[in-house]
């Protein structure tokens, strides 16, 4: 069958990983109300794909460049100056959109990568691609199992985790870098528009039937692998955007956890 051809199913395994990463970091971002970061981010990242095109270099590797830079002018304006975090946000991601649709223009292919982008494709995704993911995510992976009480410590109570010796400001730059870069890594999969559901989605529902941190970060994992395993299958199936397919399933599965959530909640004693 076409499901368990090894050059479908490397994609979704992929997919998979990296869906896994992204809602365990989603988790920690539900927590600090800071949903709007990963769809700023997305959106900045447009400027680095443009200059993938630009150079005719790999858009994957000239967007995660540029989106981490991106990611630490958020941190240090946050920082530096009065401004919310929103407000620093839709302002670096405004503008790097802007610039970025220019540079589309300019290249003459704006049309092709620019719906790529927007929207993702799985048949773009090379061998190369496929191990670059699975690398990041991979050590993205290792850093979240090895910080996750401190983050959780973090985001819960920042005085509290500095009194308690946490290196507070170096794990939240790190803790920005790291949605920076896996973010960036989910446009190849699921498009700038969209990838960002990955990150919220699952850790929303999880959020919904969890009473306990570690519950909720094991659903939101669990979740976002039965949206990826799920949704891409049924888009190759009937030549649909996989990222629309993704995001769609999440929500139906939102949708479900909240009537389970209220169920639970009304026969509650």
């Known amino acids: 069958m076409w499901f368990f051809n090894p050059i479908f199913l490397a994609p979704i395994v992929t997919g998979a990983m990296l869906a896994a990463v992204l809602a365990w970091l989603g988790v920690f971002v539900v927590i600090k109300r800071m949903s709007f970061v990963a769809d700023g981010i997305a959106h900045a990242s447009l400027t680095g794909i443009a200059i993938g095109v630009l150079w005719h270099a790999n858009p994957l590797y000239t967007a995660l460049v540029f989106s981490l830079v991106v990611g630490l002018a958020i941190y240090f304006l946050e920082r530096r100056t009065n401004l919310q975090v929103d407000a620093i946000i839709t302002l670096l991601f405004t503008t790097s959109l802007a610039i970025g649709i220019l540079l589309l223009g300019h290249s003459g292919q704006q049309l092709e990568a620019l719906e790529n982008a927007l929207f993702g494709d799985i048949s773009t995704i090379t061998t190369r691609d496929m191990l670059t993911i699975v690398g990041i995510a991979a050590v993205v992976g290792i850093f979240l199992w090895r910080t996750s ?121």
């Open 149 to 269: 009480k401190h983050l959780a410590l973090m985001m819960f109570d920042r005085a509290t985790a500095k009194v308690a010796g946490i290196p507070v400001d170096r794990l939240e730059l790190a803790f920005y870098l790291t949605i920076v870069i896996t973010i960036v890594l989910g446009i190849k999969l699921f498009g700038v528009l969209l990838v960002g559901a990955l990150m919220i989605i699952p850790a929303s529902a999880a959020k919904l039937v969890s009473r306990s941190f570690v519950g909720a970060v094991t659903r939101s994992i669990l979740f976002a692998v039965l949206m990826v395993m799920a949704g891409l299958p049924l888009a190759h199936l009937f030549d649909l955007s996989s990222g629309a397919v993704v995001v769609l399933t999440g929500s139906i599965l939102f949708t479900f956890m909240m009537g389970v959530h209220r169920f639970a909640y009304v026969r509650r004693p």
